[in-house]
């Protein structure tokens, strides 16, 4: 083959690769991810609920229902410049990150055998259908049940001021004082990781401590440590469909995926 025939066939493929290949190439990034919690004091109502007896009807916890808002930014990392700036919006508009799993860990204090110190660790998760890339910010939420607190969270300090009481009294003088606590947001560290192909692509944190010496994934790994066997409660954080707020303001968050959607 001469010369020119050489060019021709390389050009004609140059040509080929450029209509083939996406116009383009972006890498899905979820960036800014800030967590805040917020009580929730009524629930939406029942419609028996009415009906029930006054003693049955009122509540019998002491905290309230705990919102975990989680918010990010997803967008399309250009890898490579497009063909023009009409081309480049078209395609970040078609962006989508598809099977995104969020997961959430909650650790809070609590009390083990004879008033001794503990922490208590609540996971929950669910897994998001798609998210649009649209660098826009985006929430999704989780739910602490009210009663799992009442249960479990009880402040260090406090066991530290009853285990002093008791030392001063006799036996027959002791008296427990494990009355329930309501919980405050500064006393639920928080783990929020985003997850595809079992790989964390994103994460955040509230009430750990981040520094150069200690990043935010080392502390609440060492509070985690602190957890024992018996007090790692899997599942009991409710994601929004879980929640009895499944069916509220839906269009505000990112669809989760039905457990028989594909």
């Given amino acids: 083959m001469n010369t020119f025939a050489s060019k021709v066939v390389f050009a004609i493929l140059v040509v080929f690769c450029a209509c083939t290949l996406p116009a383009n190439s972006v890498v899905p990034e979820i960036s800014n991810v800030s967590i805040k919690v917020t009580p929730i004091t009524t629930i939406p109502e029942v419609n028996?609920?009415?009906?029930?007896?006054?003693?049955?009807?009122?509540?019998?916890?002491?905290?309230?229902?705990?919102?975990?808002?989680?918010?990010?930014?997803?967008?399309?990392?250009?890898?490579?410049?497009?063909?023009?700036?009409?081309?480049?919006?078209?395609?970040?508009?078609?962006?989508?990150?598809?099977?995104?799993?969020?997961?959430?860990?909650v650790i809070c204090e609590t009390d083990g055998p004879n008033a001794t110190e503990q922490y208590a660790l609540f996971t929950g998760n669910c897994r998001l259908w798609?998210?649009?890339?649209?660098?826009?910010?985006?929430?999704?939420?989780?739910?602490?049940?009210?009663?799992?607190?009442?249960?479990?969270?009880?402040?260090?300090?406090?066991?530290?001021?009853?285990?002093?009481?008791?030392?001063?009294?006799r036996p027959e003088q002791v008296k427990s004082g494990l009355a329930v606590h309501r919980v405050a947001k500064n006393d639920l560290s928080i783990e929020v990781t985003f997850n595809v192909n079992n790989s964390v692509v994103a994460s955040g944190y509230l009430n750990v401590v981040n520094?150069?010496?200690?990043?935010?994934?080392?502390?609440?790994?060492?509070?985690?440590?602190?957890?024992?066997?018996?007090?790692?409660?899997?599942?009991?954080?409710?994601?929004?469909?879980?929640?009895?707020?499944?069916?509220?303001?839906?269009?505000?968050?990112?669809?989760?995926?039905?457990?028989?959607?594909?």
């Fill in 211 to 262: 520094s150069k010496k200690s990043p935010a994934k080392v502390s609440f790994g060492r509070k985690v440590e602190k957890v024992v066997g018996g007090y790692v409660f899997e599942g009991a954080v409710m994601s929004l469909r879980q929640s009895p707020w499944a069916y509220s303001d839906i269009n505000l968050f990112d669809p989760e995926k039905p457990a028989t959607a594909k």
């Fill in 48 to 105: 028996y609920s009415r009906n029930l007896p006054l003693k049955v009807y009122k509540s019998h916890v002491t905290n309230h229902w705990q919102a975990i808002v989680v918010e990010y930014t997803p967008k399309a990392k250009r890898k490579s410049k497009g063909t023009g700036y009409q081309n480049e919006n078209l395609a970040r508009a078609r962006q989508y990150l598809d099977n995104v799993e969020v997961n959430v860990r």
């Fill in 130 to 169: 798609f998210i649009k890339l649209d660098g826009l910010r985006h929430t999704v939420i989780f739910f602490v049940p009210p009663w799992l607190l009442d249960r479990y969270f009880f402040p260090h300090a406090k066991l530290r001021g009853i285990r002093a009481a008791n030392a001063k009294l």
